[in-house]
């Protein structure tokens, strides 16, 4: 089991940055595939980065070019940095850990809230 603890969220505004962190302890970080995720008040969680155990990423159209997640497997840490930020980027911002069927695990969630 795995807990995850998610820091770095705080008020931008547009066009500025932040870089969210996630600290993962309790098991061994490195096994876990990794994703950040969001939810906005009154819309689905959705996905917003991922990596796998070997670095591969994949990101949704609406943040690609503008968010790069990255690990530290050392730092036991998954990071999300979040460039020309919009306000529509405002939401919690979650990370999950996912290791084979039954290894599920989110973190408390980060407030993301972008205005001028």
């Known amino acids: 089991q795995v807990q995850l603890v998610e820091s770095g969220g705080g008020l931008v505004q547009p066009g500025g940055s932040l870089r969210l962190s996630c600290a993962a302890s309790?098991?061994?970080?490195?096994?876990?595939?990794m994703g950040w995720y969001r939810q906005a008040p009154g819309k689905q969680r959705e996905l917003v980065a991922h990596?796998?155990?070997?670095?591969?990423?994949n990101y949704p159209d609406f943040v690609k070019g503008r968010f790069t997640i990255s690990r530290d497997n050392t730092k036991n840490t998954l990071y999300l940095q979040m460039n020309s930020l919009k306000p529509e980027d405002t939401a919690v911002y979650y990370c999950?850990?996912?290791?084979?069927?039954?290894?599920?695990?989110w973190g408390q969630g980060t407030q993301v809230t972008v205005s001028s």
């Open positions: 990596i796998t155990t070997t670095g591969s990423t």
């Open positions: 999950r850990a996912l290791f084979g069927i039954d290894g599920d695990y």
């Open positions: 309790g098991s061994i970080f490195s096994i876990y595939d």
